[in-house]
């Protein structure tokens, strides 16, 4: 396995190729073009096919009918081009299409800016578009875990027959760090046989569609989604922790880059001996509830930190069950709330633990 | 005694749920019939659009897709990249492929996809209650126009066959109408070079047919035939505007 | 002798098989069918030509033609 210094979007998408996705539908959007770019250099060499959309909203419909004759497909875009791909992704689960979508965030909302942020967490984990669905949403914190993620959301798409956002904050796409491709023997193209339109040789002609009318039909449809969607929360749940092992005063919660931030800050304060914990959720759909509820359980004091006005802090607090008061930092616009920023809260937090026990 | 004409068997012997007299039917059989007769039935896969045509693919036997509102050129080209063994073809209305569609349809035509799209214009959005459409006629009366589509608020008629015919990526561009027996009989001929067109698997073929609304029209059936020949041709003349002139050039060779 | 067959339960009534038969022998019965439609029948039956323009332009592919000896091609059926 050779390590190669790698920037995150064309790491994701060389990910995407080793893991037999050889479609690609994309419309240039910045902080992603890497990632359009590398498809359309490297899919005609491994007998794949790149096309450049019209807009997101064309391309969100392309991977529909991708996916829906059976084929590995994957798309991305930044934010704005998100939203425009929202009435598709609603589509996308209404057909019961696998689908990877990659959403290299940049602030909102609006034209806004085109520097990192976190501020779509509650469109990807809550409030995509119309309907009752879910979009299982990963998040990398560095460019091998965006390559791993990258995989496990394809494997995640077609176990589950579910759409699968990889969420990543601007910077996963921008910046460059060593990677490790694993060796992926890969299975036949998408096993769809049983649904997929090939052409109705030999069996009776099938349909693709979101289109129910009949209200029982659907009620039980979305009832059987929501089965699945159980399935993944029980066996696809992720996340990580930091300096958790021992007794902690403060747990930081982050996802993504702002994890790093924090566990720089985590490093710092321990060097005066000052304990502090990170709770990293890595699947943010299904939320790790349980386990944060536990991590926030052993502290005396909770922080999230993102890059926006308080997204996954609503998640927090709901893991917390008013255990804790959950305190915010939160930086939007393209800014990062900095190690510095991190350490400064803590200490305010710390001088009120030891208020407290006198 | 011979059987000289019965029900193409890429069509569902089920009635269809249209309007007495909307000609929907008639332009759904041509499809099924040219299918038939190239043989692709069992390679065939259409994408039904979103309006009274949303039910498309309960009426043809073989593989369907439901794309939404005005993205079926968008649902085709996924699966025909990914596919191109399989024979693609959209079937839409006008509200969704000439309004909410344009896009769509014109980029699907300009990358020269290898679909056939087949465009029913009968000049309003039948399904949502008969509003005006981007084909609506200058001065009809439509329940969102009620003194009739003035000019000067609501613009001219948008002739989609010309505009993808302006375009050079397109091999086929055709328009036919379905107001008597020998103009069902000259677009028959068209919608299966349409689909011969693919067949060849060349550069994107399309085939827009005039058709009746008789419901949101307000006019009989019989009378409806009528209105298409003395109101709509004049904005919407029949024949094929594109044909393929074989090699012409290198820039044409995927033609 | 050409005929033709209408399926009385698809037909919808919509006359434009009457309109289009250059014999005029097809009319609406009195009797409706199970959509509740009065449906379309021939009511001159040996003056059918064979001719298929009914079928031709019929919606609701409700209409069948028969016919023996020289058939009318112009319509490249099977």
Known sequence: ?358 | MQKIFSHPCSMIEDPLHYCPGCTHGIIHRLVAESIDELGIRERAVGVSSVGCSVCTYKYFRCDMFQASHGRAPAVATGAKRCRPELILFCYQGDGDLAAIGTSEIIHAANRGEKITCIFANNAVYGMTGGQMAPTTIPGQRTSTTPAGRRVSQDGFPLPMAEMLASLRTPGYVARVSMHAPSEIIRAKEIVRRAFLHQVEDRCFSFVECLSTCPTNWGLSPAESLKWIEREMLPYYPLGELKVPDGKTGDEDEHN | MPAIRVAGDKCKGCELCCVACPQKIIALSDEINTQGFRYARVVDAPRCIGCGLCAISCPDLAIEVYAEGTVYQFYSYH
């Open chain 1, 1 to 358: 396995m050779t390590r190669v210094l790698m920037k995150g979007n064309e790491a994701i998408a060389e990910a995407a190729i080793r893991a037999g996705c050889l479609h690609f539908f994309g419309y240039p959007i910045t902080p992603q073009n890497e990632i359009p770019e590398y498809f359309s250099r490297r899919l005609p060499q491994v007998g794949g096919e790149y096309v450049q959309t019209e807009s997101e909203v064309a391309t969100s419909n392309m991977i529909f009918g991708a996916a829906g004759v059976g084929v590995r497909v994957m798309t991305s875009s930044s934010s704005p081009g998100i939203s425009l791909m929202s009435e598709g992704i609603s589509y996308l689960a209404g057909a019961d299409l696998p689908v990877v979508i990659v959403n290299m965030m940049r602030a909102g909302p609006g034209l806004a800016g085109i520097l990192p942020s976190q501020s779509d967490y509650a469109h990807a984990t809550r409030g995509t578009a119309h309907g009752d669905f879910e979009l299982t949403v990963l998040a990398p914190s560095s460019v091998q875990e965006a390559v791993d993620l990258t995989i496990l959301s394809f494997q995640i798409a077609e176990r589950y027959r579910v759409p699968v956002m990889l969420l990543g904050d601007g910077m996963i796409g921008q910046m460059m760090e060593p990677v490790e491709f694993p060796e992926l023997e890969v299975g036949p193209p998408l096993a769809a046989d049983d649904w997929a339109l090939t052409g109705c040789r030999g069996r009776e002609p099938r349909l693709v569609s979101s289109l129910y009318l009949d209200p029982v039909e659907l009620n039980d449809k979305n009832y059987e989604r929501y089965r699945r969607y159980a399935l993944i929360r029980d066996k696809e749940t992720r996340f990580d922790t930091y300096n958790c092992d021992g007794p902690y005063d403060v747990l930081l919660t982050a996802f993504g880059v702002m994890a790093r931030v924090c566990m720089s800050a985590i490093d710092e304060l321990a060097k005066e001996g000052i304990r502090v914990g990170l709770f990293r959720p890595i699947t943010l759909n299904p939320f790790p509830e349980d386990a944060c509820r536990s991590a926030i359980a052993r502290a005396k004091r909770v922080l999230d930190v993102e890059m926006n006005m308080g997204q996954m802090l609503v998640d927090i607090r709901l893991a917390a069950r008013g255990s804790h008061d959950i305190d915010f930092i939160g930086k939007c616009g393209g800014l990062t709330p900095s190690v510095e920023d991190v350490v400064e809260r803590v200490r305010v937090h710390l001088a009120a633990i030891r208020a407290e026990e006198r």
